[in-house]
Protein backbone atom coordinates (compact mmCIF):
# COMPACT_ATOMS: atom_id res chain seq x y z
CA UNK A 1 0.00 0.00 0.00
CA UNK A 2 1.08 3.47 -0.52
CA UNK A 3 2.23 5.63 2.24
CA UNK A 4 4.46 8.43 3.07
CA UNK A 5 6.08 9.23 5.96
CA UNK A 6 7.76 13.06 6.83
CA UNK A 7 9.81 12.30 10.34
CA UNK A 8 9.71 15.69 10.89
CA UNK A 9 7.15 16.84 13.27
CA UNK A 10 8.14 20.44 14.10
CA UNK A 11 11.30 22.17 12.92
CA UNK A 12 12.38 25.45 13.49
CA UNK A 13 14.61 27.54 11.61
CA UNK A 14 16.60 31.00 12.09
CA UNK A 15 15.37 33.62 9.49
CA UNK A 16 17.95 33.32 6.54
CA UNK A 17 18.93 29.91 6.80
CA UNK A 18 18.73 26.91 4.92
CA UNK A 19 15.61 24.22 5.09
CA UNK A 20 14.97 21.25 4.18
CA UNK A 21 11.93 18.92 5.18
CA UNK A 22 12.13 15.42 4.73
CA UNK A 23 9.54 12.98 2.72
CA UNK A 24 9.85 9.26 2.55
CA UNK A 25 7.16 7.33 0.30
CA UNK A 26 6.40 3.80 -0.30
CA UNK A 27 5.16 2.95 -3.74
CA UNK A 28 5.46 -0.03 -6.18
CA UNK A 29 6.19 2.22 -8.78
CA UNK A 30 7.26 5.91 -10.14
CA UNK A 31 4.08 7.67 -8.62
CA UNK A 32 3.22 11.55 -8.66
CA UNK A 33 4.47 13.76 -5.72
CA UNK A 34 3.57 16.92 -4.02
CA UNK A 35 4.56 19.27 -1.71
CA UNK A 36 1.72 21.52 -0.37
CA UNK A 37 1.89 24.50 2.33
CA UNK A 38 -0.81 25.50 4.77
CA UNK A 39 -1.33 28.82 7.09
CA UNK A 40 -3.03 28.73 9.95
CA UNK A 41 -6.87 27.82 9.86
CA UNK A 42 -6.66 27.84 5.88
CA UNK A 43 -6.87 25.28 2.73
CA UNK A 44 -3.50 23.99 1.56
CA UNK A 45 -1.65 25.15 -1.36
CA UNK A 46 0.51 23.65 -3.98
CA UNK A 47 4.18 24.41 -3.92
CA UNK A 48 5.56 21.96 -6.44
CA UNK A 49 5.26 18.56 -8.11
CA UNK A 50 7.00 16.03 -9.46
CA UNK A 51 5.41 13.70 -12.78
CA UNK A 52 8.76 12.85 -14.70
CA UNK A 53 11.57 13.94 -16.07
CA UNK A 54 13.70 16.36 -14.23
CA UNK A 55 13.79 15.41 -10.95
CA UNK A 56 15.05 18.29 -9.49
CA UNK A 57 11.61 20.25 -9.34
CA UNK A 58 11.27 24.10 -8.88
CA UNK A 59 8.33 25.32 -7.23
CA UNK A 60 6.85 28.83 -6.09
CA UNK A 61 8.03 31.01 -3.47
CA UNK A 62 11.56 30.15 -3.83
CA UNK A 63 11.01 26.39 -3.12
CA UNK A 64 12.90 23.15 -4.94
CA UNK A 65 12.47 19.62 -4.44
CA UNK A 66 14.47 16.48 -5.75
CA UNK A 67 13.06 13.20 -6.27
CA UNK A 68 15.55 10.41 -5.59
CA UNK A 69 14.22 7.06 -6.92
CA UNK A 70 17.20 5.10 -5.18
CA UNK A 71 16.15 6.19 -1.95
CA UNK A 72 12.35 6.74 -2.20
CA UNK A 73 12.77 10.38 -1.03
CA UNK A 74 11.23 13.92 -2.39
CA UNK A 75 12.86 16.07 -0.05
CA UNK A 76 11.55 20.09 0.05
CA UNK A 77 14.21 22.78 0.62
CA UNK A 78 14.74 26.42 0.54
CA UNK A 79 18.13 28.27 0.43
CA UNK A 80 16.85 31.20 2.91
CA UNK A 81 13.66 31.09 4.53
CA UNK A 82 11.62 34.08 5.22
CA UNK A 83 9.05 34.75 8.38
CA UNK A 84 5.81 34.27 6.20
CA UNK A 85 7.83 30.91 5.65
CA UNK A 86 6.01 29.72 8.76
CA UNK A 87 3.37 27.16 8.02
CA UNK A 88 2.69 23.31 8.05
CA UNK A 89 3.91 21.20 4.81
CA UNK A 90 2.77 18.43 3.45
CA UNK A 91 4.39 16.02 1.33
CA UNK A 92 2.07 13.70 -1.09
CA UNK A 93 1.83 10.63 -3.06
CA UNK A 94 -0.04 9.84 -6.13
CA UNK A 95 -0.91 6.94 -7.85
CA UNK A 96 -0.49 6.49 -11.89
CA UNK A 97 -2.84 5.26 -13.52
CA UNK A 98 -6.58 4.94 -12.78
CA UNK A 99 -7.15 7.52 -9.43
CA UNK A 100 -3.85 9.29 -9.24
CA UNK A 101 -5.97 11.98 -7.96
CA UNK A 102 -6.50 10.37 -4.87
CA UNK A 103 -3.59 11.60 -2.92
CA UNK A 104 -2.11 10.20 -0.18
CA UNK A 105 -1.29 12.45 2.49
CA UNK A 106 2.04 12.50 5.38
CA UNK A 107 1.35 13.94 8.86
CA UNK A 108 3.16 17.22 7.98
CA UNK A 109 5.49 19.12 9.22
CA UNK A 110 5.46 22.33 11.30
CA UNK A 111 8.10 24.77 10.67
CA UNK A 112 8.39 27.58 13.07
CA UNK A 113 10.77 30.60 12.03
CA UNK A 114 12.68 32.51 14.92
CA UNK A 115 13.50 36.34 13.40
CA UNK B 1 -12.48 34.74 -9.18
CA UNK B 2 -11.98 31.05 -9.85
CA UNK B 3 -11.73 28.81 -6.33
CA UNK B 4 -13.49 26.51 -3.90
CA UNK B 5 -15.51 27.96 -1.29
CA UNK B 6 -16.60 26.22 1.78
CA UNK B 7 -19.39 27.33 4.35
CA UNK B 8 -19.50 27.49 7.41
CA UNK B 9 -15.92 28.23 8.78
CA UNK B 10 -17.00 27.54 11.96
CA UNK B 11 -19.56 25.51 13.22
CA UNK B 12 -21.14 24.11 16.50
CA UNK B 13 -23.07 20.72 16.75
CA UNK B 14 -24.51 19.10 19.81
CA UNK B 15 -24.28 15.17 20.09
CA UNK B 16 -26.61 13.40 17.80
CA UNK B 17 -27.42 16.38 15.21
CA UNK B 18 -26.56 15.78 12.08
CA UNK B 19 -25.06 18.65 10.10
CA UNK B 20 -23.96 19.78 6.39
CA UNK B 21 -20.82 21.37 5.45
CA UNK B 22 -21.16 22.78 1.72
CA UNK B 23 -18.25 23.22 -0.49
CA UNK B 24 -19.22 24.98 -4.46
CA UNK B 25 -16.38 25.39 -6.78
CA UNK B 26 -16.21 27.33 -10.06
CA UNK B 27 -13.56 25.97 -11.67
CA UNK B 28 -15.61 23.92 -14.00
CA UNK B 29 -13.35 20.94 -12.60
CA UNK B 30 -14.98 17.43 -13.19
CA UNK B 31 -13.80 15.83 -9.35
CA UNK B 32 -14.62 16.64 -6.08
CA UNK B 33 -12.97 15.55 -2.77
CA UNK B 34 -13.46 15.86 1.29
CA UNK B 35 -10.75 15.23 3.53
CA UNK B 36 -10.51 15.17 7.44
CA UNK B 37 -7.57 17.13 9.18
CA UNK B 38 -6.87 15.99 12.52
CA UNK B 39 -3.46 17.00 14.12
CA UNK B 40 -0.40 15.24 13.71
CA UNK B 41 -2.13 12.58 10.84
CA UNK B 42 -2.24 14.95 7.80
CA UNK B 43 -5.22 14.73 5.55
CA UNK B 44 -7.05 11.10 4.91
CA UNK B 45 -9.86 11.06 2.23
CA UNK B 46 -13.39 10.88 3.09
CA UNK B 47 -15.37 10.86 0.01
CA UNK B 48 -14.84 11.85 -3.99
CA UNK B 49 -16.62 12.13 -6.38
CA UNK B 50 -15.20 12.28 -10.31
CA UNK B 51 -18.93 12.92 -11.92
CA UNK B 52 -22.07 14.06 -11.66
CA UNK B 53 -24.49 11.65 -9.83
CA UNK B 54 -21.53 9.52 -8.80
CA UNK B 55 -19.49 9.09 -5.97
CA UNK B 56 -17.33 6.94 -4.27
CA UNK B 57 -16.19 6.00 -0.51
CA UNK B 58 -12.33 6.90 0.73
CA UNK B 59 -10.79 5.44 3.66
CA UNK B 60 -12.78 6.94 6.22
CA UNK B 61 -16.65 7.27 5.30
CA UNK B 62 -18.50 5.55 8.04
CA UNK B 63 -20.55 8.35 9.26
CA UNK B 64 -20.60 10.28 6.12
CA UNK B 65 -22.66 10.81 3.64
CA UNK B 66 -22.36 13.11 0.41
CA UNK B 67 -24.10 14.27 -2.73
CA UNK B 68 -23.34 15.23 -6.33
CA UNK B 69 -26.12 16.41 -8.13
CA UNK B 70 -24.66 19.01 -10.09
CA UNK B 71 -21.17 19.47 -11.14
CA UNK B 72 -20.19 22.54 -9.24
CA UNK B 73 -21.61 21.56 -5.99
CA UNK B 74 -20.49 18.47 -3.52
CA UNK B 75 -21.99 19.01 0.01
CA UNK B 76 -20.68 16.84 2.79
CA UNK B 77 -23.19 15.24 5.88
CA UNK B 78 -21.70 14.61 9.22
CA UNK B 79 -23.90 12.35 10.18
CA UNK B 80 -24.78 11.34 14.13
CA UNK B 81 -23.26 7.84 13.39
CA UNK B 82 -19.84 9.32 13.02
CA UNK B 83 -18.24 8.92 16.49
CA UNK B 84 -15.61 11.41 16.72
CA UNK B 85 -16.99 14.45 14.55
CA UNK B 86 -14.58 17.24 15.81
CA UNK B 87 -12.43 17.95 13.27
CA UNK B 88 -11.18 20.42 10.30
CA UNK B 89 -12.97 19.30 7.18
CA UNK B 90 -11.24 20.35 3.86
CA UNK B 91 -13.18 20.26 0.44
CA UNK B 92 -10.72 20.35 -2.81
CA UNK B 93 -11.59 19.92 -6.90
CA UNK B 94 -9.12 18.81 -9.46
CA UNK B 95 -9.03 18.03 -13.14
CA UNK B 96 -9.95 14.38 -14.10
CA UNK B 97 -7.09 13.84 -16.09
CA UNK B 98 -3.65 11.85 -15.99
CA UNK B 99 -1.32 14.59 -17.19
CA UNK B 100 -2.59 17.39 -13.81
CA UNK B 101 -3.27 15.49 -10.30
CA UNK B 102 -3.26 18.84 -8.75
CA UNK B 103 -5.86 19.28 -5.49
CA UNK B 104 -6.95 23.10 -5.41
CA UNK B 105 -8.63 23.46 -1.62
CA UNK B 106 -11.00 25.52 0.28
CA UNK B 107 -10.29 27.42 2.94
CA UNK B 108 -11.63 24.83 5.33
CA UNK B 109 -14.82 24.21 7.31
CA UNK B 110 -13.98 23.69 11.67
CA UNK B 111 -16.57 21.68 13.26
CA UNK B 112 -17.05 21.27 17.18
CA UNK B 113 -19.06 18.83 18.92
CA UNK B 114 -20.06 20.15 22.05
Known amino acids: AQSVTQPDIHITVSEGASLELRCNYSYGATPYLFWYVQSPGQGLQLLLKYFSGDTLVQGIKGFEAEFKRSQSSFNLRKPSVHWSDAAEYFC?????????????FGAGTRLAVHP | DGGITQSPKYLFRKEGQNVTLSCEQN?????MYWYRQDPGQGLRLIYYSQIVNDFQKGDIAEGYSVSREKKESFPLTVTSAQKNPTAFYLCASSWDRENTGELFFGEGSRLTVL
Open chain 2, 27 to 31: LNHDA
Open chain 1, 92 to 104: AVGRRGGGYNKLI
